[in-house]
């Protein structure tokens, strides 16, 4: 496989579950990155990892947990989610920072019931 | 804090009707502006990046080019198969964050 997949592509939880969301890329890059896109609102960083080390967390709700065990998979996990949690989690990853584009996943839809 | 804002919000075009779609941005040191695609049910695809004002990229149908204060996208001749959502992001102050514009719609009708 090649470029960033991630698992699920659709998950629907109710409020009290808990699920993770996987990501994994080949391309031999060091950061990776949680984005968030909500309809009509621009895609919404939430945690940034590079060399394994969170680098940044956008005032993200503590209900969202990430989880980088190595450089090539990042996880988000999620618990007591709220309906407005509903949205697209895309995950990306670039070789490290600075100037270099960023390559995304598919995302995963999520469905908050 | 940095900003982009892109316009139109969405745009019809007759196949082979040329135009362009517009980003504008405030940003405190530029690192890069990025373009990307994004088709329904997938994540963005990587087209473009911009440095420095003045600077053009091509290819096939797309050039986009950059100013201190905007940048364009050039869509020459489009095909339906170019709808899509444009994105643009600007990386500036933070080494890993980008700044994403809300998009623009495309469809290229036959």
């Known amino acids: 496989e090649t470029g960033v997949t991630q698992t699920p592509r659709h998950l629907v939880m109710g409020m009290t579950n808990k699920k993770s969301l996987k990501c994994e890329q080949h391309?031999?890059?060091?950061?990776m990155y949680w984005y968030k896109q909500s309809a009509k609102k621009p895609l919404e960083l939430m945690f940034v990892?590079?060399?394994?080390?969170?680098?940044e967390n956008n005032s993200v709700p503590s209900r969202f947990s990430p989880e980088c065990p190595n450089s090539s998979h990042l996880f988000l996990h999620l618990h007591t989610l709220q309906p407005e949690d509903s949205a697209l989690y895309l995950c990306?990853?670039?070789?490290?920072?600075?100037?270099?584009?960023?390559?995304f996943g598919d995302g995963t839809r999520l469905s908050i019931l | 804090e940095d900003q982009v804002t892109q316009s139109p919000e969405a745009l019809r075009l007759q196949e082979g009707e040329s135009s362009s779609l517009n980003c504008s941005y405030t940003?405190?040191?530029?690192?890069?502006l990025f373009w990307y695609r994004q088709d329904p049910g997938k994540g963005p695809e990587f087209l473009f990046t911009?440095?420095?004002a003045g600077e053009e990229k091509e290819k096939e149908r797309l050039k986009a080019t950059l100013t201190k204060k905007e940048s364009f996208l050039h869509i020459t001749a489009p095909k339906p198969e170019d709808s899509a959502t444009y994105l643009c992001?600007?990386?500036?102050?933070?080494?890993?964050?980008?700044?994403f514009g809300k998009g623009t719609l495309l469809t290229v009708n036959p």
């Open positions: 911009l440095y420095s």
């Open positions: 391309l031999g890059h060091n950061a």
């Open positions: 990306a990853s670039s070789p490290s920072g600075g100037n270099q584009p960023q390559h």
């Open positions: 992001a600007v990386g500036g102050g933070s080494n890993y964050k980008l700044t």
């Open positions: 940003v405190s040191g530029l690192r890069g």
């Open positions: 990892y590079n060399f394994k080390e969170q680098t």
